[in-house]
């Protein structure tokens, strides 16, 4: 999100690893947009399982709760 609330999709080049901002217009699928704000939680980058212990290696108890 920029300043204001607006929304933007950064896009990174697979090439050279550039990174780009492109605002949201108002004719994109608001559905899509929703699908691309949410894959980080559907998939983030590490498995969840050891959520547990990278909290305990951070200084927290560990613990889900």
Same mark, same amino acid.
């Given at each position: 999100?920029? &300043?204001?609330? /607006?929304?933007?999709?950064?896009?990174?080049?697979?090439?050279?690893?550039?990174?780009?901002?492109?605002?949201?217009?108002? =004719? =994109?699928?608001?559905? &899509?947009? +929703?699908?691309?704000?949410? &894959?980080?939680?559907?998939?983030?980058?590490?498995?969840? =399982?050891?959520? /547990? /212990?990278?909290?305990?290696? +951070?200084?927290? =108890?560990?613990?889900?709760?």
């Amino acid at each position: 999100m920029r &300043k204001g609330g /607006e929304w933007a999709i950064i896009h990174r080049c697979k090439r050279c690893g550039k990174l780009s901002s492109n605002r949201v217009a108002a =004719d =994109d699928n608001p559905m &899509k947009l +929703m699908s691309i704000a949410m &894959k980080p939680l559907c998939a983030p980058p590490f498995p969840l =399982d050891y959520i /547990e /212990e990278m909290t305990a290696l +951070m200084g927290g =108890d560990g613990r889900m709760r």
